[in-house]
């Protein structure tokens, strides 16, 4: 499986965005698909999930934003909305075939990950 993250970039505190992750190789549809981000100096942390029939979220993220697959385009989008600053961070798509419900807010247990996008969040 491969991934390609995409749609980072400089956006204003309170300002949205959206970023892609686009995979190939494996249907999305039979994957469970997750974001993660990393700032200088700390670990990756888990944003955002969705498996078969589920979603999660980080409860710093909880209400601002919002994962979902399009399975006819094989891709996962992380809608970001009233963006503060320390949202600031790399972003980086994950995928996995099998991984349980438990396990997906630690990055050990993903098998296929992206290149990474750049979200920076200033005035």
């Known amino acids: 499986v491969q991934l390609q993250a995409s749609g980072g970039g400089l956006v204003q505190p309170g300002g949205s965005l959206t970023l892609s992750c686009a995979a190939s190789?494996?249907?999305?549809?039979?994957?469970?698909m997750a974001w993660f981000r990393q700032s200088p100096g700390k670990e990756r942390d888990f944003v955002a999930g969705?498996?078969?029939?589920?979603?999660r979220y980080a409860d710093s993220v909880k209400g601002r934003f919002t994962i979902s697959r399009d399975n006819a385009k094989n891709a996962v989008y992380l809608q970001m909305n009233s963006l503060k600053s320390e949202d600031t961070a790399v972003y980086y798509c994950?995928?996995?075939?099998?991984?349980?419900?438990?396990?997906?807010?630690?990055?050990?247990?993903?098998?296929?990950w992206g290149q990474g996008t750049l979200v920076t969040v200033s005035s």
């Open positions: 994950a995928a996995s075939g099998t991984i349980i419900a438990s396990s997906w807010f630690n990055s050990v247990h993903w098998s296929y």
């Open positions: 190789g494996r249907s999305v549809r039979n994957l469970v």
């Open positions: 969705i498996g078969r029939g589920s979603t």
